[in-house]
């Protein structure tokens, strides 16, 4: 049901955004856009350049890619419904895209709790022979954390709002998630699934302290050093969600581990605390 919906949303904002070009944008250069939700409890609807762009935009949903022309664009969230941009709930903030570049732009929480606006850049350069890469983005209002690797760290004091990102060998990785500045596993170790030429891109958002920690997975193909290897854009759409679901079955579970490790840090403050 989410891909169906998420489709309609990414025809949406072509048909939005297409009425919403900045100006001056006329060049032969593209970028890719993708926009994720991320805060919790919160539909919006979003501008762009004034025009609404996405109507009644779930948390949790992911749309996109679109090739839009370089140029700055004006974003902002409001309330679903609102009778246009006056009044946002987020925003307005300007996000300037560069041709040839590959972004996702995602509203989240902050460390503090605080709505925020990030744009990401996506890493879209070839992968080597039989590797695919791991990108892992901290957007949750929880602790930071350490990703460990047959025991030994190899993401450290991953915090909101940084990303890391490792090009490994296709196959399966055991890693496990602890506390940052610790090697003692919160949860794991777990095999993870690198799928060659893909890079993986799990995001932790929500709250700790609320109880609603979830992840969202995006996958970008095309990564190869093989030349069949093309980055996806509006048309590659379908095939990166059917991408990204059997991606989602291959690292869920560390994706889980994230979010419950982050939970555990808050719970283990909390403790602490009381004490």
């Known amino acids: 049901m989410r ?13 939005a955004l297409g009425l919403a070009l900045p100006a001056g944008a006329a060049t032969a250069q593209e970028a890719q856009l993708s ?10 609807d979003v501008y762009v ?8 935009f779930a948390p949790g949903d992911l749309a996109g890619p679109l090739a839009l022309p370089a140029g700055d664009y004006e974003v902002a969230l409001t309330a679903p419904d609102a009778a246009d941009a006056s009044a946002p709930i987020l925003g307005p903030a300007t996000l300037t895209l560069e041709g040839g570049a590959n972004y996702t732009a995602v509203a989240h929480l902050t460390a503090a709790g605080d709505p925020g606006l990030n744009l990401f850049t996506n890493d879209i350069s070839q992968t080597a022979p039989g590797q695919g890469r791991l990108t892992v983005r901290h957007t949750a209002a929880a602790p930071a954390v ?4 047959g025991g030994s760290p190899v993401i450290q004091n991953l915090a909101n709002p940084n990303e890391a990102k490792l090009d490994l060998a296709a196959g399966t990785v055991s890693a496990a998630v602890a506390l940052a500045g610790t090697t003692d596993p919160v949860i794991g170790p777990t095999d ?26 995006q996958t970008i193909g ?8 093309v980055p996806s854009g509006t048309a590659g ?18 994706a889980m581990a994230i979010a419950a490790a982050v939970g555990a840090g808050l ?9």
Not at 222 to 229: I, K
């Open 3 to 15: 891909k169906t919906v998420a489709a309609g949303l990414a025809v949406g904002m072509i048909t």
């Open 35 to 44: 926009v994720l939700h991320a805060i919790p409890d919160t539909p919006v």
């Open 49 to 56: 350049n004034g025009e609404l762009t996405l109507d009644n």
């Open 146 to 149: 350490d990703i460990l690797a």
């Open 192 to 217: 993870v699934a690198i799928q060659e030429g893909v890079n993986t891109i799990l995001y932790a958002w929500g709250s700790a302290e609320d109880g609603n920690l979830a992840i969202a997975a």
């Open 222 to 229: 095309g990564l190869h050093t093989n030349p069949d290897g």
């Open 237 to 254: 759409y379908l095939a990166q969600q059917d991408a990204s679901v059997t991606t989602i079955l291959s690292v869920g579970v560390i």
């Open 267 to 275: 719970v283990v403050r909390r403790r602490q605390s009381v004490r």
